[in-house]
């Protein structure tokens, strides 16, 4: 779907109420067309409207508008430049950004954003230079209590398969 007939869809479903509807439509923009900052602006917008101002300050980031507690609560949340770049979806040289303004936040960060060799970092090799920059070796801790957790609610349907079967032949 072309960019106004989406932009059109996600402001109607904002006037419907249908505030999710509208910031997965604006995400997948995102996705398609991320040097528009109309479309991270009015992404920033629904984040404003969830009380998120670290998502808001994410997609507005580039904007001569951008809210100062919002820059500042994204950068909180993101504070290695590297995520940070990351977490901008920009996938262009900062030479292609739209605005001066967009031009010189996008060449700062990228400027102190260090890849995994220790040298600077492409807008274009963000995936890579992130992936070399987190050790091989380095620990998973998050991965144990959500396997834990899986372990235990198919153990439970297995007690309950097993119960209900013993039940049926009886």
Known sequence: MPLHAT???????LAAGRV????????????????????RRRLAAVYRLYGEPA???RWNYLDESADPAETAAF?????DPLRRMIALCWRAPEEHAPTETARARLAALRGTAVGGDGGPVAWTDLYTAAADKVPKDEPRDFLLPGCLAVAA??????????????????
């Open 55 to 57: 998502e808001a300050g």
């Open 7 to 13: 932009l059109a869809r996600a402001d109607a479903d």
């Open 75 to 79: 950068e909180a949340r993101h504070p």
């Open 153 to 170: 609610v198919l153990l439970a349907l297995a007690v309950i398969g097993a119960v209900t079967t013993a039940r049926w032949l009886l």
């Open 20 to 39: 999710p509807m509208a910031r997965q439509r604006l995400r997948s923009l995102v996705e398609h067309y991320p040097t528009d900052l109309t479309v």
